[in-house]
């Protein structure tokens, strides 16, 4: 026969008995397990135990957000993500320290262009919320109470949110005029 550009290697030195017995065994072993797992008949192997798990510390709860919307957040209508004081929160932090309303994130061009279904009546600007400064605060007219209404519009607590005032204080009938 040619070797045609075979080299030969060197002989390795024969492994001791004992190493080819171990080896060979510890393969069948394995190949034993593979089989059985596949078979569905091997046997559960013991469970390693594990390492002493610390308890996490438990997460402060997060204040519901309320005001402008922080640069990265998303609207929740168009889902574009906005930039620093991009939008506004639909929610409100009463004198009691309830906060309410839906927390949805509104951006401003939904804000001016939402159908009144979507965004209801009671609307505002980025100027006129930030002249409101830093307690400001919006929310959907359907998540207002008639109390949240007061508040927002600056009125005095009474029952009749929308009445103008000056026919509360007036002792003429109603409908007639003050130079009637």
């Known amino acids: 026969r040619s070797s045609r550009g075979r080299s030969r290697s060197p002989k390795r ?14 393969e069948t072993a ?3 397990k593979i089989w059985e797992k596949l078979q569905g008949i091997a046997k559960p192997e013991p469970e390693k135990p594990k390492p002493a798990e610390t308890p996490p ?3 402060q709860a997060e204040a519901p957000r309320v005001g402008w919307l922080p640069e990265g957040a998303r609207c929740s209508r168009c ?9 506004v929160y639909c929610s409100r ?3 009691n320290g309830e906060f309410v309303g839906c927390f949805v994130e509104i951006c401003w061009k939904c804000m001016n262009k939402g159908s ?10 980025k100027t006129e919320f930030s002249s409101l400064g830093p307690d400001a605060w919006w929310m959907h007219e359907r998540c207002m109470t008639p109390e949240d209404k ?10 009749d949110v929308g009445k ?9 009938e109603p409908g007639t005029f003050a130079w009637e």
């Open 150 to 159: 007061r508040s927002y519009f600056g009125e005095e607590e009474d029952d």
């Open 57 to 59: 510390e438990p997460k």
């Open 164 to 172: 103008p005032k000056d026919a509360e204080e007036s002792d003429e």
């Open 116 to 125: 009144k279904d979507e965004i209801g009546g009671i609307r505002t600007s």
């Open 79 to 87: 889902e574009k993500t906005v930039v620093e004081r991009g939008g």
């Open 13 to 26: 030195p024969a492994a001791s008995a004992k190493q080819a017995a171990a080896s060979g065994a510890d």
């Open 30 to 32: 394995d190949k034993r």
């Open 93 to 95: 932090r009463r004198a």
